[in-house]
């Protein structure tokens, strides 16, 4: 990627709001050298800490601190960068932020040193989204897969796909300027391998990069079930804490109720819904509502039953009112009082038999969540991705589908065009086929100083 010209020196506080020991104000551009003789009163030593007091305007201290100077392009913006770290203090951040304004700078909008970063070849758009990853870390695991992301990891599986991609559609346009021997060439067997090793190749992406999403996104559970069958109690159970009140009024939960847990470092957006039943209460009513539509919008539905009292209409009914397309669990709560066995129940359904209250077959039915996102312990190979990438992977594996029918068709030129378009797919993940609009949208959601 060529290098981008020239622009405007951007400046922002890079640690987070409030009170700390120590505060950093970032600057870059190209006239990050002349505000630094400005504000030091010299250039500081390339990549070297060192003392300074930084000045104002008339010459008066604002704070004194370290400054670190990285000149272009060996800087994490591939421009000229310099760091002041003085004090925590907003109110003294904010007079040395004012300082650096006063010398041609302008304040940086939310990821636009990554974007720079991006920009001029220091990361591909992959590694720039692993740097927010990075930060926004809910567990031990996804900053792990966040940083083997932005070590590259994810790209280069990326890249080598698309070597394969660009090596077959080599050979299948080679056959355009021969249209006879190239009817033989496609029927070749070596083509149809090339391309199923392809779809086997992009499927094992598609399954990693999917492990990474849900370190990144997590998955929503609802639970949903009728009155008083134990679902604060099980919301409280996998929460490990108090979060909803347990009562054994039937109808005490009447909104949605959201908790985020983890289960072994996967982020799990937890939903704890009203009871499922016909009611004259407006209040109730709505509840109802909104726990139908939580569950329209769930990755998984825990419908929870108490297995001491079927409710009215049975199981099944209870199944058939859900939400078309439902992927759902069915969890018999307050086995401590049925006498049933814990753990998994034999049935055509996911089924598991718990006691909220005690802890009975929890274990099961976290290992049952994990499972049903194709969730595994993240190893040395998971990567941190985003739905974005996930979308990407799974248009690509289309256009490879589309050209394995074209190939058997003998139709080459429209076989190459589907691995061009499956090629682009892929390089929208490391940003060598992207929109200005997929940018904004991406770095839009970093955090201003990043």
Known sequence: MSTPPARDTIAAVATPPGIGGVGIVRISGPATPEIARALLGRLPTARHASFARFRSAD??????????????????????????????????????????????????????????????????????????????????????????????????????????????????????????????????????DRTRHLLV???????ATRQGQLLHDGMTVVLAGPPNAGKSSLLNALAQRDSAIVSPIPGTTRDVLRERIQID??????????????SDNAIESEGVRRAHEAMQRADRVLLVIDDCEEPGGGTRDLLSQLPGGTRVTLVRNKIDRSGRAPGAVATDIAEFAISAQHGDGLDVLRQHLKECMGYQSAGEGTFSARRRHLDAIERARGHVQAAQAQLAARRAELAAEELRQAQQQLGEITGEFTSDDLLGRIFSSFCIGK
């Open 59 to 192: 010459g008066s201290t604002l704070d004194e601190g370290l400054a670190l100077y990285f000149p272009a392009p060996h800087s994490f913006t591939g421009e000229h960068v310099l760091e002041l770290q003085g004090h925590g203090g907003p109110v003294v951040l904010d007079m040395l932020l004012q300082a650096v304004f006063t010398h041609g700078a302008r304040m940086a909008r939310p990821g636009e040193f990554s974007e720079r970063a991006f920009l001029n070849g220091k990361l591909d758009l992959a590694q720039a989204e692993a740097v927010a990853d990075l930060i926004e870390s809910a567990s031990v695991e996804a900053a792990r897969a966040a940083l083997r992301s932005l070590d590259g990891d994810f790209s280069q599986r990326v890249r080598a796909i698309n070597e394969q991609l660009i090596e077959l559609r080599l050979y299948i346009e080679a056959t355009l300027d021969f249209p006879e021997e190239g009817l033989e060439f496609l029927a070749d067997k070596k083509i149809a």
């Open 201 to 207: 190749q992009i499927d094992s992406l598609r399954a």
């Open 265 to 278: 470092g996967l982020p799990l957006h937890v939903l704890d819904t009203a009871g499922l039943r016909e």
